[in-house]
């Protein structure tokens, strides 16, 4: 294959524009509607395939619609009667093609193997390259190969002004009535290098072909020709006239200031002028590359603006804030600190109490175990075992879920195109939220491994007080029972004025007493401590199962929109 001459600064930057609309189009599907992503993708192809062949030959379309005259002006251009114009309508069907082989496609005579010489696609033909892999690319089987002095007219000498590596196109009609015939043209529209728009006086304002041609042609004025055909049937006032007007429409068809000729096939005015153009394109071999990277930016274009505007991190980590707090609620965690502070209460009670009174509190269950958390809970070695007695999560609780897990995509796609956040929505489900939220509450450590050190203290304490209580008991028992038997009674110490064992006794209980109150308040204290505690793991447990369930699976979401938005702009730069 010939190698491709490039303009200044379209090579790697053409090629890494098409990568990055490539990768626009992969991060985007299944988020984008295929309205918008199945012509980007169409463009990466066409782009490919293009720049994959001959850039030695500048492929140039005469468009435009039924008795503009195209067949006549392609054979002007030609200097040959190769098109057949006629009355009947639809003249033209199938595209055909007038070559002028590029220099290095000339023998040393500067001849062509073949000179005006029509020929059907075949294997062979296939298989040669240059202008011929080209066409049978753009599917156009009827091609004349011509001398270089077949490009200019009988006035016309070889070797001046004749345009070499050109590919002319004659077109079926826009507005054929046969379907077929407007298909094929559309396609070729998208897919050559260099449209030259033939209108005539009397159609060149036709709103079809300004709205649904030109318009989508904004990006690409610097690939597109309007050429006013049949100017020999006005006057040059009128010819002016219309020349302007058609200057006018184009800009408001966003075209700016894109060339405007006016030729007549049948006259020859003109048509020198038109010739001198496409042997100027020709000859900067630049149409295909400006065609492909105009072709990139508006496909990029409709890509970023389908992609919305990005959504700010300080919305989503919020939302994130927010959704932690309502499945908190929706699993039962307030439940939960409630439980941990009562059992802590209740533990501390059974360890510091009153030893004559503390069997009563443990004979009261324990809150945690109630709801089958707590030390020694659970399947060893098989978390996702283990469940808790919490209420289910019934639909009350799914309800609260979803809504909440909605609410967070919706904020943290906030700006997002609807497509982008539906994808969010289905892969960050509230399915099976329950049961992940109850397994974090049943792994989550919300009894101390080892008991404080000042239930020890003050459990020895009460049995060192209630020692002093047994004394005195078995003291004040003993002097009965000597006075009992009328024994002599021994003499019975005193302090501050009261018999040592009855001393002994009542201050067992009075302290045993203050050091149970003190160890409920301490105790109570504590529980709050635990509660705060518990509170703490259980959330990080939630954010845990939101972070794996809802948060991942909407951070991958946001991160394939920043990378589609990251490569569009690059392709649309």
């Known amino acids: 294959m010939t190698a491709r001459r490039r303009s200044p600064g379209s090579g790697l930057d053409l090629a890494a524009r098409i990568e990055a609309l490539d990768d626009a189009v992969v991060a985007a599907r299944g988020r984008l509607p295929l309205t918008v992503l199945e012509p980007a993708a169409d463009v990466v192809a066409r782009a490919r395939a293009r720049m994959a062949l001959s850039g030695e030959y500048t492929v140039v379309a005469l468009a435009g619609s039924t008795g503009s005259g195209k067949s006549s002006l392609f054979n002007s251009l030609a200097g040959a009667d190769l098109a057949v114009p006629g009355v009947r309508r639809p003249t033209t069907g199938q595209a055909m ?31 040669r390259g240059g202008a011929h892999a080209l066409l049978d690319w753009l ?193 039962g965690i307030p439940a939960v600190v409630e439980a941990v502070r009562r059992s802590a209460v209740r533990r501390a009670h059974v360890a510091t109490g009153w030893p004559p009174t503390r069997w009563l509190a443990s004979m009261r269950a324990d809150p945690l175990r109630r709801l089958g958390l707590g030390a020694g809970r659970g399947t060893p070695g098989r978390p996702d075992l283990s469940r808790t007695s919490l209420p289910p999560f019934g639909p009350v609780a799914r309800s609260r879920a979803s809504s909440a897990v909605r609410a967070y995509c919706d904020a943290a796609m906030s700006g997002a195109p609807d497509a982008w956040v539906l994808s969010a929505r289905s892969r960050a489900t509230a399915v099976g939220l329950g049961d992940a939220l109850d397994q974090a509450v049943a792994g989550a450590a919300l009894v101390a491994a080892r008991p404080p050190v000042w239930w020890r203290a003050l459990r020895w304490l009460q049995w060192a007080l209630l020692g002093l209580v047994g004394v005195g008991l078995v003291w004040l028992g003993l002097l009965a029972g000597v006075s009992y038997a009328r024994l002599p009674e021994p003499t019975t110490p005193t302090w501050w004025g009261l018999p040592v064992p009855t001393t002994l006794a009542a201050c067992g209980v009075v302290m045993g007493v203050l050091v149970a109150l003190a160890g409920r308040v301490l105790g109570a204290l504590g529980a709050r401590r635990a509660a705060t505690r518990a509170r703490r793991h259980l959330r990080l447990g939630v954010e845990v199962v939101v972070g794996e369930r809802v948060v991942d699976p909407v951070s991958a979401e946001l991160l394939a929109l920043a990378q589609c938005r990251d490569a569009a702009q690059r392709a649309a730069a």
């Open 139 to 331: 599917e156009v089987d009827q091609r004349h190969v011509l001398a270089g002095a077949a490009a200019g007219s009988e006035q016309q000498p070889a070797g001046e002004g004749v345009a070499t590596g050109l590919v002319l196109l004659d077109l079926p009609d826009h507005d054929s009535v046969e379907t077929a015939h407007r298909v094929r043209a559309e396609r070729l529209y998208e897919r050559v290098d260099l449209l030259v728009w033939v209108v005539d006086p009397q159609k060149y304002a036709d709103a079809a072909l300004h709205v649904r041609y030109l318009r989508p042609l904004a990006a690409h004025a610097d690939v597109v020709v309007l050429v006013l055909n049949h100017a020999d049937r006005l006057n040059p006032e009128e010819r002016a006239g219309c020349l302007a007007d058609l200057a006018r429409l184009a800009a408001q068809d966003g075209l700016g200031t894109v060339p405007v000729l006016a030729t007549s096939a049948r006259t020859g005015a003109g048509v020198a002028e038109l010739r001198e153009r496409l042997a100027e394109a020709a000859d900067r071999r630049a149409a295909a590359t400006d065609r492909v990277r105009a072709d990139v930016r508006t496909a990029a274009g409709s890509v970023l603006a389908a992609c919305g505007a990005a959504p700010a991190p300080v919305v989503e980590r919020h939302a994130r804030a927010r959704l932690v707090d309502e499945l908190e609620v929706a699993a």
């Open 97 to 127: 093609a007038a070559v002028w082989p590029a220099p290095t496609a000339l023998d040393s005579s500067g001849v062509p193997a073949r000179l005006a010489e029509p020929f059907a696609r075949s294997a062979a033909n296939t298989r």
